[in-house]
């Protein structure tokens, strides 16, 4: 019972959008129809700045993180974790409550990520935050970010490998637009 009620709860946190939550809250034009149209903490940063993008980037983490830790918690096997890690950021992809347009789950997968391995999660995130520095292309890091994932949980021999490949490979499923953006020269930085 616990095998689906604990991946269809991960699919509903996932699906509640910070992004457009926090654009309201701080008076913002929604995301989905301005700049990248992306409701994700990119876009956010692009509308209002670092403070509501910090928030949307924490509590789009919490929606990864939560119901993973919860799963763990509750001593399921790793196919029923790696449901949770996955149907997460399906939640932000395709959202239920905003008309199934959401994001890319990035942060969302970072949130995982941190449950599952959070020494590696930080790594992770300072990759990012290295690459979208010297690129300024949020697609850029999040596609390289999400690659070297499970390569890392190999190399630690970590028990969640299987978690976190089908998670990365969700989120390089969901930035193939980018991915042919980048390709012919179109691709937004920030």
């Not at 763990?72 to 149907?87: D, G, H, R, S, W």
């Amino acid at each position: 019972m616990l095998a689906v009620l604990l991946p269809v709860l991960a699919y509903y946190l996932g699906s509640v959008c910070s992004a457009i939550l926090i654009c309201r809250l701080w008076r913002l034009p929604d995301p989905r129809s301005v700049g990248s149209e992306n409701p994700g903490t990119t876009n956010v940063y692009r509308l209002g700045g670092k403070w509501p993008a910090l928030a949307t980037f924490v509590f789009d983490m919490l929606k990864g993180m939560l119901p993973v830790l919860l799963a763990i918690y509750l001593q399921q096997p790793e196919l029923v974790v790696a449901l949770c890690a996955v149907f997460a950021c399906l939640g932000h992809i395709f959202p239920l409550f905003f008309g199934f347009k959401g994001g890319k789950a990035v942060a969302t997968a970072f949130g995982v990520i941190l449950a599952l391995e959070w020494i590696m999660g930080l790594a992770l995130i300072i990759v990012w935050l290295a690459i979208m520095k010297k690129l300024r292309i949020s697609s850029v890091a999040a596609i390289v970010t999400v690659c070297l994932a499970p390569i890392l949980a190999f190399a630690i021999s970590s028990p969640w490998f299987m978690s976190i490949t089908l998670m990365s490979c969700t989120i390089v499923l969901r930035h193939l637009p980018n991915i042919r953006r980048l390709w012919d020269g179109n691709e937004l930085g920030t």
